[in-house]
């Protein structure tokens, strides 16, 4: 059985990387489950000419109808549903994306905060030593940042940080946002075409 994925999605700038991500591990036929801070709702609404509703249900709904999948490919779970598999180690054994990263999601993950079902879904990724992969969209960073990301690391989570590569030759926005979704298909090692491995075409 395929593992699904769960792609967090917090209040740091860069939604349309995680809506990316999503469309295409959907297209690659793979399962996703879905959850969605506060502030990525204010976000997505800034960035994007999408506005989610306010509940889990109908953001679910929602997001189905968007990426025009079934309710068993596409499931969100609130904030606050501690019953949700991602909230204990026996449960969901699937990898964990949380794109974009804010820098507080961050600092709470690092200090074992579990304040809501974000920062327990990643508590438990890493007692379990499950994949979690962390996409921080912040510039400049500062010191308390690159503390919570070695912190981080050295527990075994990817810092994957948007900051787009330019060797392709991107000619659009969706060129550079696809370079990002391609490095984090890469770490959860499913095949993409987004972007050509380096030195492939040389």
């Not at 999601?105 to 879904?121: K, P, V």
């Not at 490095?183 to 491995?197: C, E, K, W």
Request: one cysteine or more; charged letters at 20%.
């Amino acid at each position: 059985m395929t593992e699904r994925i769960c792609i967090a999605v917090t209040g740091a700038s860069g939604s349309q990387y995680a809506l990316r991500l999503a469309e295409v591990l959907l297209a690659a036929g793979r399962d996703i489950d879905v959850i969605v801070s506060k502030a990525a709702q204010l976000v997505i609404a800034t960035e994007t000419e999408l506005s989610l509703p306010g509940n889990s249900r109908a953001q679910a709904e929602f997001l189905q109808q968007y990426f025009n999948v079934g309710e068993s490919r596409l499931r969100v779970f609130g904030r606050e549903d501690w019953m949700a598999p991602w909230a204990s180690g026996s449960g969901q054994p699937g990898p964990l994306v949380i794109c974009p990263c804010s820098t507080g999601t961050l600092s709470a993950i690092a200090t074992g905060a579990s304040n809501n079902l974000i920062e327990r879904a990643a508590d438990v990724a890493l007692k379990e030593r499950r994949r979690l992969i962390l996409v921080p969209r912040e510039t400049p960073y500062s010191e308390i940042h690159l503390q919570n990301m070695l912190t981080l690391t050295r527990m075994g989570a990817v810092i994957l940080p948007a900051s787009p590569g330019f060797y392709h030759q991107p000619q659009s926005v969706q060129e550079l946002i696809d370079f990002i979704v391609a490095r984090i298909l890469n770490q959860l090692g499913i095949d993409q075409s987004l972007i050509p491995a380096w030195g492939k075409d040389n």
